[in-house]
C-alpha cells in the first residue's frame, strides 16, 4: 500500500464547483497523501501560476542581462531561463513548497511522504518544465511546450505533469 491515494471530488459540495468548467468530471478533485487531503489544483490555477512564474523568470533574467551589459540573445536568454528556472524555482519548492505564481494562486506542492518536496525531488521535479520551457516555448514563442504538461496533467490520475511522475510529487 502506497502513502497516498486519490479520492473522488464529492461533486454534492461547493468544494469543487469552481472547478467544473475546466475539469472532467470523473478526474479526482483530492489526494490524501500520508494521512492529510490536499486538495488537487486545477488545470486553469496550475496554468496561472506557471504563466506568472515564467514571466517572473523572464523579468529576472532580462533584468540580470541589462545589468550584466551582455546582450540579450535567444540563445543567452534560453541558457539563463533554464538555469534560473532550475535553481530558483527549485529552491522556492525545497523551501516551501511554493513558488512565487502557486503562492498567489494558493497552490502547493506536495511529496509523497506529506511533506515539502527534498531538494533532490524539487529538482528532478523542474527538469522537465525548464526544458521545454528554455527549448521549446522561448524560441518558438508558442504555447506548443505547454501542451505537453497540460495534456499530462488533464490525464494522469493524480493530475500530474511529467516532472511530478518523476519526482514523486503532486
Known amino acids: 500500500r502506497t502513502a497516498y491515494e486519490i479520492k473522488e471530488c464529492d461533486w454534492s459540495s461547493d468544494v469543487c464547483s469552481s472547478d467544473l468548467v475546466v475539469r472532467a468530471r ?3 478533485r483530492r489526494a490524501v497523501i500520508a494521512g492529510v487531503e ?5 488545470w486553469f490555477r496550475r496554468a496561472a501560476a506557471y504563466a506568472c512564474d515564467f514571466m517572473v523568470a523572464l523579468f529576472a533574467v532580462q533584468v540580470t542581462l541589462w545589468a550584466a551589459g551582455v546582450e540579450p540573445t535567444a540563445v543567452r536568454i ?3 531561463m533554464f538555469c534560473f528556472e532550475m535553481f530558483t524555482l527549485s529552491m ?4 516551501s513548497g511554493k513558488t512565487i ?11 509523497r511522504n506529506g511533506g515539502y518536496p527534498s531538494w533532490s525531488e524539487a529538482l528532478l521535479r523542474t527538469l522537465p518544465r525548464a526544458l521545454v520551457d528554455s527549448l521549446l516555448v522561448i524560441p518558438l514563442a508558442t504555447p506548443l511546450g505547454w501542451l505537453v504538461g497540460s495534456l499530462m496533467i488533464l490525464n494522469t490520475r493524480g493530475s500530474q ?8 510529487t503532486y
Not at 92 to 95: D, L, N, R, S, V
Not at 161 to 168: E, H, K, S, Y
Request: charged fraction near 15%; aromatic fraction near 12%; hydrophobic fraction near 55%.
Open 26 to 28: 470523473f478526474l479526482p
Open 38 to 42: 490536499y486538495p488537487l489544483a486545477s
Open 78 to 80: 534560453m541558457v539563463a
Open 92 to 95: 522556492f519548492e525545497a523551501h
Open 101 to 111: 505564481g502557486k503562492r498567489l494562486f494558493g497552490i502547493i506542492v506536495v511529496s
Open 161 to 168: 505533469r511529467t516532472g511530478d511522475l518523476v519526482a514523486g
